[in-house]
């Protein structure tokens, strides 16, 4: 049986692990073997099963999940890293809620065939019978209340799950972040060569240069600045703007003191009327605030006139000047850059997937005990216990002491 099926046939119907009181009954009947044969013959079976359990089990809370998750996604079926982790989070939820209905279903199915069980064995005998009875009740009621805790333990271990996903995410984006392809590499040399061929790749000439001429991009907004600055200077824009400038600063003074005589006249007739002093003050205040709002503004004016002026004048030179210019500046950068890129391309690129240290890093990760696993293995210990029955009379085994579950 397939580990996925097997391990739906013991969650979502009777389990297996409980199925066990029923053989062990009929092996009785048909053969009153002694204990110890008994226990001979069924520790290997039990041992063959909860390695299947286990590993049914580990599959369905993680390869499986992940699997049909990728499968949707690679079908289109969910969009991105987003809608992965979303279906994986839906996964994961169905399968609590379907953990806690098999916990239900366990219990009703096989508290009743012990009970009955107990009715066909001491029909003639009466107080063995309510013995055998109130076992069977005792030991599924703390089947239940076991079973019912185990769903929540299961909520933790996807938790888990999650919290060691994201740090080997960190392991990968922390130490190669650049070449996701070499993640998905088994091993170390098989990592190294990948960084070889992703770094070959990337270091050809045309990829040296394209990297250069991108950086270039980065760059040209900021030189374009300065060799404006400068064609301004060789086109005669600068001089003839210095020359305009003078000009314009004059009127701006002239303003100035204009517009300061007009205000100081004003305030002097206001003071010789009937007008409060203060009020004298605060108008001429104002008259020179909008006064020096005025000439600021005229001076702007002249300012912008006289530079579209001097700079429509020498258009067709300045346009030359700034062309030529940043030809020359993206021709010397763009080789100054392949000179210096081009011999150190491979070592740089190899620097940013740190191989070893990765793997280091995720061996740490390694070295921690698979949750899921633990979940499992005590998940098949609860069934495997409460199945448990005398050898000799058929009767249920009502621990003393629970086993911890954790």
Not at 13 to 26: F, I, S
Not at 394 to 400: A, Q, S
Request: some cysteine; proline content about 2%.
């Amino acid at each position: 049986m397939a580990p996925t099926i097997l391990f739906l046939a013991l969650l979502a119907y009777p389990a297996a692990g409980v199925l066990l009181r029923d053989a062990q009954v009929a092996t009785i009947k048909a053969d009153p073997a002694t204990p110890a044969a008994i226990k001979a013959k069924w520790d290997k079976m039990d041992q063959f099963l909860e390695v299947m359990f286990t590993m049914a089990c580990t599959w369905k809370h993680g390869k499986d999940i992940n699997g049909l998750a990728a499968e949707k996604l690679k079908n289109g079926e969910v969009d991105g890293a987003e809608g992965y982790a979303a279906y994986v989070k839906e996964m994961q939820d169905k399968n609590v809620k379907g953990l806690e209905r098999s916990c239900g279903m366990i219990v009703a199915s096989q508290k009743k065939t012990c009970r009955q069980g107990c009715a066909t064995r001491w029909n003639a005998n009466a107080g063995e019978r309510n013995g055998c009875d109130s076992k069977c009740v005792t030991v599924y009621a703390n089947f239940e209340k076991s079973c019912i805790s185990k769903a929540d333990d299961l909520e933790k271990v996807y938790n888990l799950k999650e919290s060691k996903a994201e740090a080997q995410q960190q392991c990968y984006k922390g130490h190669c972040k650049e070449f996701p392809q070499v993640w998905m590499k088994a091993k170390a040399s098989e990592m190294t060569a990948e960084v070889e061929t992703q770094c070959t790749s990337r270091c050809t000439d045309k990829n040296v240069k394209a990297g250069c001429q991108k950086k270039w991009m980065l760059e040209a907004d900021f030189v374009a600045a300065k060799v404006g600055s400068d064609c301004q200077d060789k086109s005669g824009v600068t001089k003839c703007f210095n020359g305009k400038k003078a000009t314009v600063s004059t009127a701006y003074d002239k303003c100035k003191t204009d517009t300061a005589k007009t205000c100081g006249d004003a305030f002097t007739k206001c003071n010789k009327g009937e007008q409060a002093k203060g009020f004298c003050t605060d108008r001429k205040k104002m008259c020179q605030e909008q006064a020096d709002k005025k000439c600021l503004d005229e001076n702007k004016a002249g300012l912008d006139k006289a530079k579209n002026e001097c700079e429509s004048k020498a258009k067709g030179e300045l346009t030359t000047c700034k062309n030529d210019a940043m030809t020359k500046e993206q021709t010397d950068r763009e080789a100054a850059c392949i000179k210096e890129t081009g011999p150190k391309c491979k070592g740089d690129c190899k620097g940013k997937c740190e191989v070893t240290k990765m793997n280091e890093c995720l061996l740490m990760l390694k070295g921690q005990e698979d949750p899921g696993k633990m979940f499992c293995k005590d998940f098949w210990r609860l069934l495997h216990t409460s199945s448990e029955v005398d050898p000799v009379t058929g009767n249920p085994i009502v621990l003393l002491q629970q086993e911890p579950i954790v």
